[in-house]
């Protein structure tokens, strides 16, 4: 009987390794599957972040495009009201 119950007490320690190896084969291909999905689908954050960058380049371009517009209205005072690019507008 004492045996048996030393046997017991011993067996967590004995199998640890092995359950760990066993659990972590078992949870391999979930984790694979996981990063996956997570590499080919697009986050609210990364959608926000590529949208401000996007709106800082088209504004960056109405500025320049601005600035040129004004040069040319210097030296031609008969020109046009600015309707050109503006960034947010599609």
Known sequence: MRKAVLLLALLPIVS???VR???SIVTAPVKVVSKGVDWTTTSQSEADRNYGKKMRKDEAREGKERR???EQCRKNPECPPYDGFRAGRD
Do not use: I
């Open 21 to 23: 190896t066993v659990a």
């Open 16 to 18: 640890g390794g092995c």
């Open 68 to 70: 040129k517009w004004q």
